[in-house]
Structures are given as structure tokens and as C-alpha cells.
């Protein structure tokens, strides 16, 4: 089958725009909150600064969402997704007890 350029064109801006819509939609998923019952059981808090040091000793100051390797937004992003939560997104300044250090 032999491609055209008219073919190409058309082919990138469809993968160009669903792409563009699939980034959209993580930006308008949900704000996880710490009610959540994923958040109660992975002990999320918004601020990272209030987690209780005594429950989840393995927390050090400095650890928050936005340096962690599961956050998917940019790290001057105020919330980004997080596939703990099923995408939803975090606070940048937040911190559960699957926080992983980015290498």
C-alpha cells in the first residue's frame, strides 16, 4: 500500500490530538482528597508537613508528592495525577505512605 503525504498529515494530527485530549483529561481527573478511602489507607495528607510522624515513622521532612516517582505532573506543577490513586491527582505538596523517592 503506498502511503501520501496527504495520509501522513492526516495520521499525525489524529495521534497529535489524541494525545493532546488524553493530557486534558488527566488534567481535569479529580483532586483526591483526604477523606478518600484510598487516602485514608495509604495515610495521604494534603500537606505533607502534617503527617503524623508517630503512625508513619518511615516519613522524612523533605518528602512530598512532587518528589516522589509515582507523580505524573511536572515537579512546579500544584497538582498532578497519581496511578495510586487511580489517576486522580495529588497535591504536589501531599504524602502517602507509598512515597518512593525519584532516582
Known amino acids: 500500500m503506498k502511503s501520501s503525504r496527504r495520509t501522513f498529515l492526516i495520521t499525525s494530527l489524529g495521534a497529535a490530538s489524541a494525545l493532546?485530549?488524553?493530557?486534558q483529561a488527566l488534567a481535569?481527573?479529580?483532586k483526591v482528597t483526604e477523606s478518600d478511602p484510598t487516602a485514608q489507607a495509604l495515610g495521604y495528607k494534603e500537606d505533607a508537613t502534617k503527617v503524623d510522624k508517630a503512625k508513619y515513622a518511615k516519613y522524612?521532612?523533605?518528602e512530598q508528592c512532587n518528589n516522589c516517582s509515582f507523580y505524573q505532573g511536572k515537579a512546579t506543577d500544584?497538582?498532578?495525577p497519581c496511578p495510586m490513586f487511580g489517576g486522580k491527582q495529588v497535591n504536589a505538596k501531599g504524602?502517602?505512605?507509598?512515597y518512593n523517592k525519584k532516582a
Open 20 to 23: 493532546a485530549l488524553s493530557r
Open 28 to 30: 481535569d481527573a479529580p
Open 60 to 62: 522524612k521532612a523533605g
Open 78 to 80: 500544584a497538582y498532578g
Open 95 to 98: 504524602w502517602c505512605s507509598a
